[in-house]
């Protein structure tokens, strides 16, 4: 059972940086995809970035491309969201999400592909 921590969230003015982690545990020693989510209020889960363990593959939203790095740390078993150039539109609850299959397209950011979930952190970004 992959077990999921987010840390990092907080408020920050636009323009500004912040950093999520996302520390797993209960791996099995297969790839897997790591993926962050968003969800504002009254919105839909919508995906941000994805990465694939095994080789590093990564993918990104449309409205997060130049803005958002996503990386991931083998030895701590942790994944990293790096956040750039925040607008007050970024606000949402951020979720870490895993999920033992990978593809090279935009159905790696679709929420419903993904088994295992953290509790989410909140990201507010001041105007």
């Known amino acids: 059972q992959v077990q999921l921590v987010e840390s990092g969230g907080g408020s920050v003015q636009a323009g500004g940086s912040r950093r999520l982690s996302c520390a797993a545990s209960g791996y099995t020693g297969r790839g897997y995809s790591m993926g962050w989510f968003r969800q504002a209020p009254g919105k839909e889960r919508e995906g941000v970035a994805t990465?694939?363990?095994?080789?590093?593959?990564?993918y990104y939203a449309d409205s997060v491309k130049g803005r958002f790095t996503i990386s991931q740390d083998n030895a701590k078993d942790t994944v990293y969201l790096q956040m750039n150039s925040l607008k007050p539109e970024d606000t949402a609850v951020y979720y870490c999400a895993a999920t033992a299959s990978y593809w090279a397209d935009r159905r790696t950011l679709d929420p419903v592909r993904y088994n295992y979930w953290g509790q989410g952190t909140q990201v507010t970004v001041s105007s």
């Open positions: 990465i694939y363990t095994r080789g590093g593959y990564t």
